[in-house]
């Protein structure tokens, strides 16, 4: 979150918000004709286009099948969710201007904003979103991490024209928090034979073409539903180019030689100096924190695991001791965001700052530890992903850390398919990896967490029935500091019990030039959210 | 002649075969494949539904009957669609390789204008310091890791001279002056790295020439060394080095990953090393198998060009 | 000799052509001679000697690494990342606090061997494929030679790309990784030895001696192996030793596109690969494994070259 967010506080509870929202949502349903008369007013002073260099390219077009966690690929920014998020992570009205749920939590009924479009002209209706819904649970077609998100999901139905309502196998309060932007992307249905070749959404800019590994442009969308506080219409850019750039020193040198206007990814090790250096010439967005960075033991088989070794909880404290985070803290993130005792930051509604931390660093009791355990002495794999750097950092900073503590261990980098392999087998130890954020608590502790989820499965098969419990109360828990407190106490057991041990809050760093104006990167990237990010950005001409 | 080349047409059947079903083999027995990667981690690993995803990318078949299938197709120039991209595989091809060719085209010729200077100084000053320095600058471009290379060259070029812009690519076809300025730091690196070998060859074949008959007749008619070199020698070495340049430049479309990687360059390489680590089957099998057959056609021409410019050499 | 000695005869002469063979029969004796000749002729060449003196200090500094060395090259110590040259860094420190010299030295240990006997992989496998298709001719060598033009069609780096990422998947733990990545490194040079090595044989075959040795019954694989292999050896000396140069720029470029040794096993590709990040703020770090890899490959590539200049029988008489 940026200083500014922070300084807003967090203290409207989400209950009071959304009577909040149902009430400014009324008044907004009643003048949608009005609104449209007078709408399409433009500040014409604003515009421009901005070039953005991005570490990653997008790897389709097609919103439901692709999974857009790199949030800044440009082609993010044609498709939009039922709801946003404002800076300070809460949730607000989208495409919805209001939602409400059923007192036992399992169907929540959305009210659709009237005059929101398609790219195509296509009406947003609720038949539309309904169409959406199941387009993405279809195993054919939806990304598992999409589909996840949807897993309580039952079945939609349509009210009438604007109300579509969801209705859930399990009571949630955490559901809208599934229906912002990514994982839940609208395109429209009469697009769908070219959801491949010619994406048509509902987010702020229009498909222009998407060359991969090279260029992909976008137009801005003149019909986009949101405003400012002026009445002006989003977005103020005439356009957007995404211009994939992987190599991070060519990126950085890009943004120097004027080539692009905005960055993202900052390599680490460049960020300090490059704020220090550049300070002046160039604005630096930190964003801090896009998601979790842990490292999880295979709870399954081997050494780790209870089902092969008695000793596996001793073992994995003795690892837990054998973790020196401030060296990982200092050495992978360079000092840039914070060591992490949770999944949720100092900078998210939901961080948990009274839960235990996991056992510190002592080199010396590790080794005691390793030594009294039974298979002590086994050989341990290390796994980590290719497509993160910190990842694979942070593993062999592991690796070596366990070698010192006595461990038996051996470290392996691999892309994406052999990982999921791995998964599949239980043929690792220990996983050097991260997750990315989630609005609501449930969206990591359901999914990532509860021994039933298929991610808790097939990655570490965590299982302690107190989590269990805490978890599903937690998801139908209404108030929010009770809340709070489940999670927390659920943190303190992961803590203790260790089926992971959280590392670090992954930062991220966008840098841009002094034309850009009125831009500032949400938590997820710099497209959807309300108010903020590119909606708001100009350039000077 | 025609003979030959019918001859030689008709071998290029099975060369192509061994490698498609190399290829076919190779990504086969690739450890995780893209029906894990769409179930992914978070999606419920239910038994019908990975039944429903193999039968729509077609896994439900054995290997043989997948690979009697996709040659059938490919034969008709069909390649499917690719599993990742989701759009039509020649699609994929038709952008990368333009983009790879234009680079390896422009890199083999600004090899061959350092390597030929080269090459010819290095054998008219034989065993001088001239020789063993051009011989060394030469040797010291294949020498230095080429993404490091690379990487320095933006470093210079870009941030501190400001001369060039550090990335990126304009397509020839829609501004061929403005795709220069992106051009030329990719194909200077790789035609440093390229100019040794040229350069060797070059100056090989140069000493050749130089000790032929017809040098010393000319010689003693009294033509001017240059003249006799510049005229008659440098022709005639030249043959070898443009027809191997043929070979090189064939070899090079496979060779530019690293390169297309750092500058940003939408070639076919990168598009081919992202598809094998994404196991998107059909882009790869119809990458490899596409400039396999630039590659062997390639072969062929520089045969024939060859023996069309050195009729000494016998076809058979 | 029997048919399994025969890629040793080859092993030896490609990796450095010093050892001397026991001289039965004539072609071996004209080997050895050829040998002391090729040395006389390396002091006429200032490339190859120089590549000489380069080669020699490298594996000197190879040899020597465990008593040279100053520091375990794994030890990682954040609290002292990306030092300047020091007495106790004589390289200062890389990224993670660990001794760039160390590393620098045990990397090019590691490097040279899996250079080394990658390289001599890819003889031992593609000299006798080559010699015995060319050798029998017909039928076997048709399809022979369509496997090898097929593995040849792979344009650049497709053949190690795939290679690689199959064979890195493959279990094994320490040592056997490196075997994994010199058999990836070896098969993908056999092509290219078996073409040569079947050419030569060819050419060789129609020369006199063979003829001859065929009128008095010698036997057709005793034929191939006795008298032509020696025949055929110094253009695979020359293409062995640039081809060392080269698999170390593989090895580098695999570890930039991510398929390289996994940290922390000292790798002057990867050092070099991860120091990127780093160019900017310590350019130092990335300078040392990359002028390293920029010496042996140099070296390898001079000595090379001057060793076809030397053996390349058009360019002696001259």
Redesign the interface.
């Known amino acids: 979150m940026t200083d500014e967010a922070n300084k807003k506080g967090t203290g409207r509870t989400r209950r009071n918000f959304l009577a909040g929202t149902t009430a400014l949502a009324g008044a907004a349903l009643v003048g949608p004709a009005a609104a449209r008369a007078e709408a399409r007013k433009r500040n014409a002073k604003r515009g421009g286009t901005v070039r953005f260099g991005t570490r990653d390219d997008s790897v389709g077009l097609d919103t439901h099948r692709n999974f857009i966690y790199f949030v800044s690929h440009p082609l993010a920014a044609l498709t939009g969710g039922l709801l946003d998020f404002d800076a300070n992570m809460n949730i607000v009205p989208g495409i919805a201007a209001s939602w409400e749920s059923s007192k036992d939590l399992q169907t929540w009924t959305f009210k659709l904003r009237r005059g929101a479009e398609f790219h195509n002209g296509e009406t947003v209706d609720a038949n539309a979103v309904k169409w959406n819904l199941e387009r993405i649970m279809d195993p054919k077609i939806g990304h598992s991490f999409t589909r996840s998100t949807l897993s309580d999901l039952a079945k939609v139905t349509v009210d009438d024209k604007y109300t579509v309502q969801c209705h859930l196998k399990n009571p949630s309060a955490a559901f809208d928090s599934n229906m912002t932007y990514y994982p839940v992307n609208l395109m429209a249905p009469g697009s769908v034979d070219t959801a491949d070749t010619l994406p048509v959404g509902c987010g702020p800019f229009k498909f222009k073409s998407w060359k991969r590994f090279d260029t992909c442009e976008l137009v801005r969308f003149e019909n986009f539903w949101e405003t400012d506080a002026e009445g002006n219409t989003l977005p103020y850019l005439d356009g957007v180019v995404g211009k994939p750039k992987k190599e991070d020193r060519v990126r950085l040198t890009a943004l120097r030689t004027n080539e692009v206007d905005l960055i993202d990814n900052v390599a680490y090790a460049d960020a300090p100096s490059f704020i220090k250096d550049y300070g002046k010439e160039y604005e630096t967005f930190p964003v801090p924190q896009v998601g979790t960075a842990f490292i999880a033991f295979n709870l399954k088989n081997g050494p780790f695991s209870e089902k092969d070794n008695p000793d596996a909880q001793m073992l994995r404290t003795a690892a837990a001791h054998a973790i020196d985070h401030q060296a990982i803290h200092e050495a992978i993130f360079n000092n840039q965001g914070q060591i992490a005792k949770g999944f949720y930051s100092p900078s998210s509604p939901w961080y948990s700052k009274d839960a235990k931390s996991w056992p510190t660093y002592d080199p010396d009791k590790a080794k005691a530890m390793r030594k009294k355990a039974k298979d002590g002495d086994a050989k341990i794999l290390i796994i980590a992903n290719d497509s993160y750097p910190y990842m694979n950092q942070s593993g062999e900073l592991v690796h070596a850390m366990l070698k010192d503590a006595g461990f038996n261990a051996t470290f392996e980098i691999h892309p994406t398919p052999v990982i999921q392999d791995k998964y599949n087998k239980g043929a690792f130890d220990i996983d050097s990896s991260a997750n990315s954020y989630r609005l609501d608590p449930d969206g990591w502790f359901s999914r990532s967490i509860l021994s039933t989820a298929p991610e808790t499965i097939r990655r570490h098969g965590y299982k302690n029935e107190k989590v269990d419990q805490l978890i599903l109360a937690a998801r139908v828990e209404a108030n929010k500091a009770k809340r709070l407190q489940m999670y927390t106490d659920i943190e303190t057991l992961i803590n203790t019990d260790l089926p992971l041990i959280y590392t670090h809050f992954v930062p991220l760093l966008e840098a841009g030039t002094k034309k850009l104006h009125g831009y500032k990167p949400a938590f997820t990237g710099p497209f959807q959210y309300a108010g903020g990010g590119l909606r708001t950005a100009w350039m000077d001409r | 002649m025609l003979a030959y080349i019918i001859r030689r047409i008709a071998q290029l059947v099975p060369v192509l075969l061994v490698l498609t079903i190399v290829v076919f083999g190779f990504v086969e027995l690739l450890p995780g494949n893209i029906i894990d990667t769409l179930i992914g981690t978070e999606g419920i690993d239910d038994p019908e539904v990975r039944k429903i995803l193999e039968k729509e990318y077609g896994f439900d078949q054995p290997i043989y009957v997948r690979y009697v299938k996709w040659l059938y197709r490919a034969v008709q120039g069909e390649f499917g669609i690719s599993l990742v991209t989701r759009r039509p595989v020649s699609l994929e091809l038709l952008t990368g390789i333009p983009a790879t060719v234009y680079l390896a085209l422009v890199g083999i010729t600004l090899s061959m204008l350092i390597a030929v200077p080269l090459g010819t100084i290095a054998a008219v000053r034989r065993n001088t310091a001239v020789d063993y320095t051009a011989q060394v600058t030469s040797l010291a471009g294949i020498s230095i890791p080429e993404f490091w290379f690379a990487i320095l060259c933006v470093l210079l070029f870009s941030l501190y001279l400001g001369w060039l812009p550090s990335s990126g690519y304009i397509s020839p076809f829609d501004d061929f002056w403005g795709s220069l300025k992106f051009l030329i730091l990719p194909a200077a690196a790789v035609g440093f790295r390229q100019a040794a070998f040229t350069t060797r060859l070059t100056r090989s074949s140069m000493l050749d020439e130089m000790s032929k008959e017809y040098v010393d007749t000319a010689r003693s008619l009294g033509l001017s060394e240059r003249k006799v070199i510049f005229k008659y020698t440098l022709r005639n070495a030249m043959i070898p080095t443009i027809t191997i340049s043929g070979l090189q430049l064939a070899n090079l479309l496979g060779g530019t990953v690293v390169l297309e990687s750092i500058f940003a360059w939408p070639g076919i390489g990168r598009a081919i090393f992202e598809a094998i680590l994404q196991r998107d089957y059909p882009l790869v099998q119809a990458g490899v198998l596409v400039l396999g057959v630039i590659v062997v056609v390639m072969n062929l021409l520089v045969d024939l060009t060859y023996s069309y410019l050195n009729p000494r050499v016998k076809l058979r | 000799m029997s048919e399994l000695e025969a890629p040793n005869l080859v092993v030896a002469g490609g990796s450095g052509g010093s050892r001397v063979l026991p001289a039965s029969v004539g072609p071996m004796a004209r080997l050895a001679t050829a040998l002391s000749n090729a040395w006389y002729e390396l002091r006429k060449s ?2 190859a000697s120089i590549g000489l003196v380069m080669l020699v200090l490298l594996f000197s500094a190879c040899a020597a690494t465990p008593w040279i060395a100053t520091q375990n090259p ?1 030890k ?1 110590n ?1 609290r002292e ?1 990306l030092q300047p040259p020091s007495e106790q860094h004589l390289l200062g420190t890389d ?3 660990r001794d760039i010299y160390s590393r620098l030295l045990w990397g090019g240990r590691r490097l040279v061997t899996i250079a080394l006997v990658a390289v001599a992989f890819g003889l031992a496998i593609g000299v006798p494929y080559g010699v015995l298709s060319g050798y029998y001719g017909g039928r076997v060598d048709t399809v022979a030679m ?2 090898v ?10 053949l190690y ?3 690689v ?2 064979a890195r ?1 493959w279990k094994a ?2 040592v056997f990784n490196d075997l994994i990545l010199i058999f990836a490194l070896g098969f993908a040079f056999m092509p290219e030895v078996a073409r040569l090595s079947r050419g030569s044989v060819l050419a060789e075959k129609q020369k006199e001696y063979v003829e001859a040795s065929r009128a008095i019954g010698d036997g057709s694989l005793s034929i191939a192996l006795r008298q032509i292999l020696p025949n055929i050896i110094s253009p695979l000396i020359v293409n062995a030793t640039v081809r060392l ?1 080269y698999v170390i ?1 593989i090895i ?2 695999l570890s ?3 398929l390289g040794t ?3 096993t000292p790798d002057w ?1 990867s050092d ?3 120091a ?6 310590a350019p130092l770090i ?1 300078a040392f494994p ?1 002028l390293a ?2 010496y042996t ?2 070296a390898f ?2 000595f090379g ?1 001057g060793l ?1 200049d030397i053996l ?1 029988p ?2 002696v008489e ?1």
């Open positions: 200032r490339t794994i990682q954040y990342r990224r993670l606090g369509r496997f033009d097929g593995l040849l069609a792979f344009p650049g780096l497709l790309l795939l290679i990422t199959l998947e733990e320490g140069g720029l580098a470029a930039f596109l991510g996994p940290p922390p590709g070099l690969s991860s990127r990040d780093y160019m900017e703020t990335a990359g890899i920029c490959v140099l590539n001079l070259d076809r390349d058009r360019l001259r």
